[in-house]
């Protein structure tokens, strides 16, 4: 508990908000419940590494046999750079185990941050799409990259074109430049991707300051 009223309590509740983020689950026989949450998180930071702070942004993947892929989102520090680590288990539910120590993409540009990870299994491989939060290897900040990967631990990078941007164009021909375009997630019909799905918000840059916010599906051509 704290004092929100005081300006001066403020940042150290920002900061410890933060350091609790970490990795749930829930289950249930049906979408309607009810629903039974497990008591511990998936995943736990591993303090002094490049995930000592937070586990959060979980991307799931679920095979046919139940094997279950997760990338998932982490720092050293608060305000440091953000990269993306992976586990798996056996079920959704775990226990995850670390497939690796070290964060499964890594550039020449060290402080360009990964987040908001979406994967799946294409059949024979994974696919995932990540934001590029600075655009330093895209072009341009804030746009998705494209990566596959055989095993779900050695990933490669697609292309350095953007996967997708915050440029998009309506139905009625209008276009507009989101302000945020976040926590992209992909319908698969018959094999074959045919929506994503973005959560959106205008009016600012900074997340406080939104004029308006809502959940965009696109169609994919």
């Known amino acids: 508990p704290g004092n929100l009223s005081d300006p001066a309590a403020v940042p150290d509740l920002l900061?410890?908000?933060h350091s609790g983020q970490r990795i749930g689950v829930a289950t249930s026989s049906s979408p309607s419940g009810p629903w039974k949450r497990m008591d511990a998180p998936l995943l736990l930071p591993r303090p002094g590494q490049w995930d000592g702070l937070i586990t959060t942004n979980p991307a799931i993947s679920i095979r046919p046999d139940g094997h279950t892929l997760m990338v998932y989102k982490s720092v050293e520090y608060r305000g440091g750079p953000m990269h993306l680590g992976v586990a798996a288990a056996e079920t959704p539910t775990g226990p995850f185990t670390r497939l690796s120590?070290?964060?499964?993409?890594?550039?020449d540009e060290e402080?360009?941050?990964?987040?908001?990870?979406?994967?799946?299994w294409a059949g024979d491989h994974y696919e995932m799409l990540s934001k590029c939060m600075e655009g330093r290897v895209c072009s341009q900040p804030k746009a998705g990259l494209l990566f596959r990967s055989d095993d779900g631990l050695n990933w490669s990078l697609v292309s350095r074109d953007p996967a997708y941007t915050r440029d998009l164009t309506w139905s009625d021909g209008t276009s507009s430049q989101q302000s945020f375009l976040e926590r992209p997630q992909v319908l698969i019909q018959d094999g074959r991707l045919t929506h994503i799905y973005f959560a959106t918000a205008v009016g600012s840059d900074h997340i406080g300051k939104v004029t308006s916010s809502w959940n965009q599906s696109i169609t994919l051509r």
């Open 15 to 17: 900061v410890k908000a």
């Open 111 to 120: 402080d360009d941050d990964l987040e908001d990870p979406c994967i799946w």
């Open 101 to 107: 120590d070290d964060p499964i993409v890594a550039f």
